[in-house]
T-cell receptor, first 114, second 113 residues
Framework: ETGVTQTPRHLVMGMTNKKSLKCEQH?????MYWYKQSAKKPLELMFV???????ENNSVPSRFSPECPNSSHLFLHLHTLQPEDSALYLC?????????????FGPGTRLTVL | AQSVSQHNHHVILSEAASLELGCNYS??????LFWYVQYPGQHLQLLLK??????LVKGIKGFEAEFIKSKFSFNLRKPSVQWSDTAEYFC???????????FGTGTRLLVSP
C-alpha cells in the first residue's frame, strides 16, 4: 500500500453514462495528479493540482472533468466517453516542495467504455 | 518538449542472468530521474531515484542505476534477476518546475525459472 487509494478499481460504462473516479491520499501531500495508462503508450499526465488549484491540464478533452475539494481528495468526473477512453486511470500524490517531488501512485481504476 | 525513450519493449531472461534496461531522455537542464516498477496486478512503485550527488544510485531489491549526464542516460541494472522480478519497468524524468513527470513507454521483463 502506498497511502493512495482509488475507487472503484474496475468500472464499465456506456457512452451516455456519467460516472466519477475517486482518489484519496493519506500521506499529507499537497499535490495530486491524474494519469492515463493505455496499452503500448507512455503514461500520460492529464491534470495536476497544487494546494487544490489546477496547475496543469494536458489538453484533455472536456468529457473528463477533475475536481479537487481539498488536498487529500481528487475526483475525475466522466461523461459521454468514447471507447478509446478505455484505459487504466492512475492517481498520484506528492509533496510539491520536497526535493525531487517523488510521486506516489494508487492502484488505478480500470475503465472500460462500451 | 521532454521525452523519455526506453529502447527495449520486451526482455526475456533466465533466472540468474544479468539485466540492463536502457533509458534516455531529451531534456538538457537539471533533471530528476526515476525508475518505477509495476508487478502484475499491482500499483506503480518506486525502485530508485536520482536527484543529485553520486551518479550510481542503489534501489530496492538489488537494483541500481547509473546517471550519465553526457549521454542523457539513466540505465537500470541488476546483476542476477529472479523470477519475482517479472514486471513492467518505467523510466521517468521531471525537469523544469520538477512537477511534470514524463514517462517512457515501459519495458516488460519476463524472467523464466
Amino acid at each position: 500500500e502506498t497511502g493512495v487509494t482509488q475507487t472503484p478499481r474496475h468500472l464499465v460504462m456506456g457512452m451516455t453514462n456519467k460516472k466519477s473516479l475517486k482518489c484519496e491520499q493519506h500521506l499529507g501531500h499537497n499535490a495530486m495528479y491524474w494519469y492515463k495508462q493505455s496499452a503500448k503508450k507512455p503514461l500520460e499526465l492529464m491534470f495536476v493540482y497544487n494546494f487544490k488549484e489546477q496547475t496543469e491540464n494536458n489538453s484533455v478533452p472536456s468529457r473528463f472533468s477533475p475536481e479537487c475539494p481539498n488536498s487529500s481528495h481528487l475526483f475525475l468526473h466522466l461523461h459521454t466517453l468514447q471507447p478509446e477512453d478505455s484505459a487504466l486511470y492512475l492517481c498520484a500524490s506528492s509533496h510539491y516542495q520536497e526535493i525531487g517531488n517523488e510521486q506516489f501512485f494508487g492502484p488505478g481504476t480500470r475503465l472500460t467504455v462500451l | 518538449a521532454q521525452s523519455v525513450s526506453q529502447h527495449n519493449h520486451h526482455v526475456i531472461l533466465s533466472e540468474a542472468a544479468s539485466l540492463e534496461l536502457g533509458c534516455n531522455y531529451s531534456y538538457g537542464g537539471t533533471v530528476n530521474l526515476f525508475w518505477y516498477v509495476q508487478y502484475p496486478g499491482q500499483h506503480l512503485q518506486l525502485l530508485l531515484k536520482y536527484f543529485s550527488g553520486d551518479p550510481l544510485v542503489k534501489g530496492i531489491k538489488g537494483f541500481e542505476a547509473e546517471f550519465i549526464k553526457s549521454k542523457f542516460s539513466f540505465n537500470l541494472r541488476k546483476p542476477s534477476v529472479q523470477w519475482s522480478d517479472t514486471a513492467e519497468y518505467f523510466c521517468a524524468v521531471n525537469g523544469p518546475g520538477f512537477q511534470k513527470l514524463v514517462f517512457g513507454t515501459g519495458t516488460r521483463l519476463l524472467v523464466s525459472p
